[in-house]
């Protein structure tokens, strides 16, 4: 036996969206922009955001932390660097790694303590640690009984 339900158009688009969302995250799918006629990369990466801080996690296989550049700057991040070709010598068939520029810029609206920014590399993941500024950790208020 079938059930009636209630048409409503937005859950068709949204779930159009998710689909799309799913379609363009696929870490499968080599992702290239290009701007200006110049290619980047769209290395793959997860933020999250604890109580004291932002943290981002970027895979960057291959890549020499001196070849990471970072900047935050008007409230928006941009991690870019060069991911460098690997020998060419060979006859390639099949030729899946990347290799040139990457760059992933995003927007941070938390504010955040730019003095204690902590970047780390390792086993080719970069992990950037963007603490909160005081003014936006979340305080702790006291009930007090009468």
């Known amino acids: 036996m079938s ?23 696929d870490p499968w799918l080599r992702r290239m922009r ?16 604890t109580d004291d801080a932002i943290i981002i996690n970027m895979e960057l296989p291959g890549v020499h932390p001196d070849d ?7 409230n928006i991040l941009t991690i870019s660097g060069e991911l460098h070709p690997r020998d ?6 099949l030729r899946e790694r990347p290799a040139g520029r990457f760059e992933r810029a995003m927007s941070v609206s938390t504010p955040v303590d730019v003095n204690r920014v902590e970047a780390v590399f390792k086993d080719g ?3 950037l640690t963007l603490p909160k500024a005081e003014e936006v950790k979340p305080k702790k208020i006291t009930v007090k009984k009468k």
């Open 68 to 74: 990471v550049n970072i900047t935050l700057e008007n």
């Open 125 to 127: 993941v970069l992990t």
């Open 34 to 49: 290009e701007e200006e006629g110049e290619r980047f990369w769209r290395m793959p990466m997860d933020a999250y955001m």
């Open 3 to 25: 059930s009636l339900v209630r048409w409503n158009p937005l859950r068709e688009i949204q779930e159009m969206s998710e689909v799309m969302d799913r379609f363009f995250n």
């Open 88 to 93: 060419e010598e060979h006859n390639y068939f």
